[in-house]
């Protein structure tokens, strides 16, 4: 059987708890994604499943970046999860791909993640566009993707998560 990504179902939340603490190796993680669950914060909850077993998951939530004119709505790429024994076999990069193209025909603008320097850049992220964005985050891991080309150009400001990330 081949993997197939979809969309999170009530059924599946226990199954990504599992995922997140496995890979984590801590509840951190699996505690956050249930607060911006019942925040109502999530944008899109994709779970990657093989054999009926779901093997991965990833989530993105609403966050802002707060200029000194306006709110700009940005998304955030977190946590993003796979079990230890799936790792290294292209299911977190299939994840990834699959998550940025549906914000894409859902009218996304901006993608933030805090992550690998060397991972997340395959996709598009970069720290460059973050330069002008203040975050709480070491600038070499705080990086964005502009699902729409030109979506960060003059943006200058804070970066807020959602207080589900407990920032």
Same mark, same amino acid.
Request: proline share 5%.
């Given at each position: 059987?081949?993997?197939? #990504? *979809?969309?999170?179902?009530?059924?599946?939340?226990?199954?990504?708890?599992?995922?997140?603490? =496995?890979?984590?190796?801590?509840?951190?993680?699996?505690?956050?994604?249930? *607060?911006?669950?019942?925040?109502?914060? +999530?944008?899109?909850?994709?779970?990657?499943?093989?054999?009926?077993?779901?093997?991965? !998951?990833?989530?993105?939530? *609403?966050?802002?970046?707060?200029?000194?004119?306006?709110?700009? =709505?940005? +998304?955030?790429?977190?946590?993003?999860?796979?079990?230890?024994? !799936?790792?290294?076999?292209?299911?977190?990069?299939?994840?990834?791909?699959?998550?940025?193209?549906?914000?894409?025909?859902?009218?996304?603008?901006?993608? #933030?993640?805090?992550? !690998?320097?060397?991972?997340?850049?395959?996709?598009?992220?970069?720290?460059?566009?973050?330069?002008?964005? !203040?975050?709480?985050?070491?600038?070499? =891991?705080?990086?964005?993707?502009?699902?729409?080309?030109?979506?960060?150009?003059?943006?200058?400001?804070?970066?807020?998560?959602?207080?589900?990330?407990?920032?």
């Amino acid at each position: 059987m081949s993997l197939q #990504i *979809r969309e999170e179902q009530p059924a599946d939340v226990p199954w990504i708890r599992q995922v997140n603490e =496995a890979a984590f190796g801590r509840a951190g993680e699996a505690d956050l994604i249930d *607060r911006l669950r019942d925040g109502g914060d +999530i944008v899109l909850s994709l779970v990657a499943e093989l054999e009926g077993q779901v093997i991965g !998951h990833i989530l993105f939530s *609403r966050m802002s970046i707060e200029t000194a004119a306006e709110s700009v =709505a940005a +998304i955030s790429l977190a946590p993003m999860a796979v079990l230890p024994e !799936h790792q290294r076999q292209r299911v977190g990069s299939e994840l990834v791909r699959c998550g940025l193209a549906r914000l894409r025909d859902s009218a996304g603008r901006i993608v #933030i993640v805090l992550g !690998h320097k060397e991972y997340y850049p395959r996709f598009g992220f970069s720290a460059e566009k973050t330069a002008d964005l !203040h975050s709480p985050f070491p600038p070499e =891991a705080f990086m964005a993707l502009e699902l729409v080309e030109g979506a960060l150009a003059g943006v200058r400001g804070s970066v807020r998560y959602s207080s589900a990330f407990q920032l």
